[in-house]
C-alpha cells in the first residue's frame, strides 16, 4: 500500500473513532451527555468499593466487602461483607443493607459492628 493510499485510511478510521463516541449510548447526545455525567460523578465498584476494608467508628476493621446486590429496580440494596478465614478459607458472608454504611475520608464505616458481631449473623448464601 503506497503512503497516499494509507494516509485517507488513517484519516477515515480516526474520524469514525471520534464521530462514534456517543454511539454506546441510545437516544440523543444530550442524553448520551447527562447518562455520561451521572457516571464520571459515580464510584466504580471495581476500583472502588470491592476488596475495600469496612472500620467500625474505632476504626477497627470487621471486614471487607466482597460484592454488591443490585435490587431489580436497579438501586445497589445490600453490600456483601466478609470476615475472617485465610485466603477466602472459612470466610464467615454476610449481607448488610446499604444504608447503614457510611463513607468519611475515604474509608467505609459500618458503626456498631464488630468481628465477632459479624461472625454471630447468618452466614450468607447465592441462591442457585
Not at 71 to 87: K, L, N
Not at 115 to 125: G, R, S, Y
Request: charged share 15%.
Amino acid at each position: 500500500m503506497s503512503r497516499s493510499s494509507i494516509l485517507p485510511a488513517v484519516a477515515l478510521a480516526t474520524l469514525i473513532a471520534c464521530t462514534g463516541a456517543h454511539a454506546q449510548v441510545a437516544g440523543t447526545a444530550t442524553l448520551a451527555v447527562a447518562k455520561l455525567e451521572v457516571v464520571a460523578s459515580g464510584w466504580s465498584a471495581k476500583r472502588q468499593i470491592l476488596g475495600q476494608m469496612v472500620y467500625n467508628e474505632n476504626k477497627e476493621e470487621v471486614g471487607k466487602i466482597d460484592d454488591l446486590v443490585v435490587a431489580p429496580d436497579t438501586a445497589v440494596s445490600f453490600v456483601i461483607i466478609g470476615a475472617g478465614g485465610f485466603v477466602g478459607v472459612k470466610r464467615h458472608e454476610v449481607a448488610v443493607p446499604v444504608a447503614q454504611l457510611s463513607v468519611r475520608d475515604g474509608l467505609v464505616y459500618l458503626p456498631g459492628a464488630t468481628k465477632a458481631a459479624i461472625k454471630a449473623l447468618p452466614n450468607f448464601d447465592y441462591a442457585q
